[in-house]
């Protein structure tokens, strides 16, 4: 009588052991015939199911109407015409509504010529590229979208002038980086307030009034000290070609 030794079962290949596990957890096998294991569908992956990288949405100044515009007499007693919406906010500023003191301001408060708006961005750009760990610029009032009076009625202490698009209100920076109005002058961070003195001068303003407690200095005949400004100054562009 001849024995034979037994031949030892052949190892499952590990694709087939983790598929029947698989197959066990979710039933996928439950219609299999014993010991059946039935293969798993698998996604087909290539060029088709590639996903598309997301694409950062644009700066709202991207969105800014541009169209040539016209300071229409004084500022005190003057409109605009073709006035440009400065935005709510945008990468290097936001702006506040100094009635209300919270943002943004109103779309109606934020109307200028387009060579205001266009000097306003740029100071703002150059104010976060020597100083990106400082708050953004932030910007008030600066005329309503067809110019002409901006008095008390029209909220807080009104505006004498802001009537033809060519003024714009700037907060001082604060010294605990806040993005908003500084209640009083020992909130002002005053090197940065000075910086952007100097960078408004450079820009070609006409006029940058500065509170009397600042301390805020520049050209005799262009940085005046005004009442009421030791928050904020006052940018003033004439009608001359701005930028030098």
Same mark, same amino acid.
């Given at each position: 009588? &001849?024995?034979? *030794?037994?031949?030892?079962? *052949? ?21 299999? #015939? ?15 199911? #590639?996903? &598309? ?19 229409? +007499?004084? /500022?005190? $007693? ?8 400065? /935005? ?11 009635? +209300? $003191?919270?943002? /943004?301001?109103?779309?109606? *408060? @934020? ?18 590229? #020597?100083?990106?760990?400082? /708050? ?6 600066? &005329?309503?979208?067809?110019? +002409? ?40 961070? @005053? ?7 100097? $960078?408004?001068?450079? #820009? ?31 940018? $003033? ?8």
């Amino acid at each position: 009588m &001849s024995h034979r *030794r037994p031949v030892p079962a *052949r190892p499952r290949p590990l694709v087939v052991l983790v598929a029947a596990a698989l197959a066990a957890v979710t039933g996928a096998g439950s219609a299999a #015939a014993p010991g059946e294991v039935r293969p798993l569908a698998v996604a087909a992956v290539g060029p088709a199911a #590639a996903v &598309s990288p997301v694409r950062p949405p644009p700066p709202p100044e991207a969105s800014i109407r541009w169209r040539r515009s016209r300071a229409l +007499g004084r /500022p005190d $007693r003057g409109r605009l015409a073709g006035g440009v919406q400065l /935005p709510a906010e945008g990468t290097h500023f936001v702006t506040v509504d100094p009635v +209300g $003191r919270r943002s /943004p301001n109103p779309g109606w *408060r @934020r109307y200028g010529t387009d060579r205001l708006v266009r000097v306003l961005l740029r100071v703002a750009g150059e104010h976060t590229a #020597a100083h990106p760990e400082a /708050p953004r610029l932030v910007i008030g009032d600066l &005329s309503r979208p067809r110019g +002409g009076l901006f008095g008390p009625e029209f909220g807080g202490d009104g505006h004498r002038s802001h009537q033809n698009g060519l003024d714009a209100d700037v907060y001082y920076p604060r010294r605990d980086g806040r993005e908003t109005m500084p209640a009083r002058v020992g909130q002002v961070d @005053r090197r940065l307030a000075q910086e952007l003195v100097d $960078r408004f001068v450079r #820009a070609g303003a006409q006029y940058v009034f500065v509170g009397p407690r600042t301390g805020l200095r520049g050209p005799a005949k262009v940085v005046m000290v005004l009442a009421n400004h030791d928050d904020h100054l006052h940018v $003033r562009l004439d009608r001359a070609v701005i930028g030098r």
